[in-house]
């Protein structure tokens, strides 16, 4: 959580650009890395992330502190952008076609390029998790949320964020280690 | 498989993309300040209808209407009520009163006076009579 949030909302309320830029620098990467992982390129990635700063800027004034984080409004606005997309472009996500782009352009760094192709695969196989599977394990290993946060964040109750994310982990391993009834080709929609 | 999830946590937003969208963001209109303070009037001035309304019927339902057509529709009825019209009017009917009375006594008094005129001639017409009959009497007994 931001230092002095409350505040920082507050005044982003009032229509002050300052403070909502404070809560756009410490929020983004959390946000992009959320849709990063649900859509299949960095320019979309992008233009939802773009897409959710600017909704979260115009509807701040709606915004009502009922004890959850600040966070968990941004992320539902993010879910809700990824889910338009995919209804608006009836877009499915391709498991064979997944991110060359993003491996191409981190290739360039030949150091990174064993990372990459890692991030890569984990990108492709969490794309075939169920999208309840999905968040939970980007909450809870990327953004170092606790099981409280992401039980407020998914609307649902603490046993049941641990419930999800023991299955999810499960059945990425399972994809990931190579599971006869995963063979990869698999086709998700989100 | 924990250790390979946080190898995601690299994932960063290009800095270039992250300057253009804030700029972009922070210099497009919230509108929805405009919006929130002309709902937060609209909501007043409902309520205030609402309350206005509610008065209203209040009133009419507690005798506002009756009291209002006394007022309006008969302004006569309402000076009636005036305590001293009141008197007035109470005084001017004994006046009355006792003129009709004067005059139904002066009226009864000729027509006593007549009544009793005739009885008297009636009477002394009885009185004659009497005599006549006495005078034929001692004729009779003589």
Same mark, same amino acid.
């Not at chain 1, 794309?127 to 599977?133: A, I, N, T, V």
């Not at chain 2, 309304?53 to 009756?66: D, E, N, R, T």
């Not at chain 2, 006394?70 to 001293?84: F, M, N, Y």
């Given at each position: 959580?931001?230092?002095?949030?409350?505040?920082?909302?507050?005044?982003?309320?009032?229509?002050?650009?300052?403070?909502?830029?404070?809560?756009?620098?410490?929020?983004?990467?959390?946000?992009?890395?959320?849709?990063?992982?649900? @859509? %299949?390129?960095?320019?979309?990635?992008? +233009?939802?992330? $773009?897409?959710?700063? /600017?909704?979260?800027?115009?509807? &701040?004034?709606?915004?009502?502190?009922?004890?959850?984080?600040?966070?968990?409004?941004?992320?539902?606005?993010?879910?809700?952008?990824?889910?338009?997309?995919?209804?608006?472009?009836?877009?499915?996500?391709?498991?064979?076609? @997944? %991110?060359?782009?993003?491996?191409?352009? +981190?290739?360039? $760094?030949?150091?990174? /390029?064993?990372?990459?192709?890692? &991030?890569?695969?984990?990108?492709?196989?969490?794309?075939?998790?169920?999208?309840?599977?999905?968040?939970?394990?980007?909450?809870?290993?990327?953004?170092?949320?606790?099981?409280?946060?992401?039980?407020?964040?998914?609307?649902?109750?603490?046993?049941?964020?641990?419930?999800?994310?023991?299955?999810?982990?499960?059945? /990425?391993?399972?994809?990931?280690?190579?599971?006869?009834?995963?063979?990869?080709?698999?086709?998700?929609?989100? | 498989?924990?250790?390979?999830?946080?190898?995601?946590?690299?994932?960063?937003?290009?800095?270039?993309?992250?300057?253009?969208?804030?700029?972009?963001?922070?210099?497009?209109?919230?509108?929805?300040?405009?919006?929130?303070?002309?709902?937060?009037?609209?909501?007043?001035?409902?309520?205030?209808?609402?309350?206005?309304?509610?008065?209203?019927?209040?009133?009419?339902?507690?005798?506002?209407?009756?009291?209002?057509?006394?007022?309006?529709?008969?302004?006569?009825?309402?000076?009636?009520?005036?305590?001293?019209?009141?008197?007035?009017?109470?005084?001017?009917?004994?006046?009355?009163?006792?003129?009709?009375?004067?005059?139904?006594?002066?009226?009864?008094?000729?027509?006593?006076?007549?009544?009793?005129?005739?009885?008297?001639?009636?009477?002394?017409?009885?009185?004659?009579?009497?005599?006549?009959?006495?005078?034929?009497?001692?004729?009779?007994?003589?």
């Amino acid at each position: 959580m931001l230092e002095g949030e409350k505040n920082h909302i507050k005044q982003a309320k009032r229509g002050n650009k300052e403070a909502f830029g404070l809560l756009y620098d410490h929020y983004l990467p959390k946000i992009y890395r959320f849709v990063l992982l649900k @859509v %299949s390129s960095r320019a979309e990635a992008e +233009d939802l992330t $773009h897409e959710v700063f /600017l909704s979260a800027w115009q509807n &701040i004034h709606n915004y009502k502190d009922r004890g959850h984080p600040f966070s968990s409004w941004l992320y539902q606005i993010a879910k809700n952008s990824v889910i338009d997309f995919y209804r608006t472009s009836k877009k499915n996500l391709q498991v064979e076609s @997944v %991110s060359e782009e993003f491996v191409k352009i +981190d290739a360039l $760094h030949p150091e990174s /390029l064993n990372t990459d192709l890692e &991030i890569e695969k984990l990108k492709r196989l969490i794309g075939l998790l169920k999208p309840d599977y999905q968040d939970v394990l980007i909450m809870k290993f990327i953004e170092d949320l606790s099981a409280e946060e992401i039980a407020a964040n998914l609307d649902k109750s603490e046993g049941a964020v641990r419930l999800i994310q023991h299955r999810a982990l499960k059945e /990425l391993k399972s994809l990931y280690y190579g599971d006869p009834n995963n063979n990869g080709t698999l086709t998700h929609e989100a | 498989m924990e250790r390979l999830l946080t190898k995601l946590k690299s994932i960063e937003p290009n800095k270039e993309f992250k300057e253009r969208s804030r700029a972009l963001i922070l210099n497009s209109p919230q509108s929805g300040i405009s919006i929130g303070i002309f709902n937060r009037l609209l909501n007043s001035a409902q309520f205030s209808a609402a309350f206005s309304l509610a008065a209203i019927f209040i009133f009419l339902i507690i005798g506002g209407l009756s009291m209002l057509s006394q007022r309006i529709l008969s302004p006569a009825l309402l000076s009636s009520l005036d305590p001293e019209n009141l008197t007035e009017e109470a005084a001017s009917l004994d006046f009355q009163i006792q003129l009709s009375q004067a005059e139904y006594y002066e009226e009864s008094a000729e027509k006593v006076e007549i009544a009793l005129n005739e009885t008297s001639g009636e009477l002394k017409n009885l009185e004659n009579r009497e005599e006549e009959l006495n005078k034929l009497l001692n004729e009779i007994t003589l």
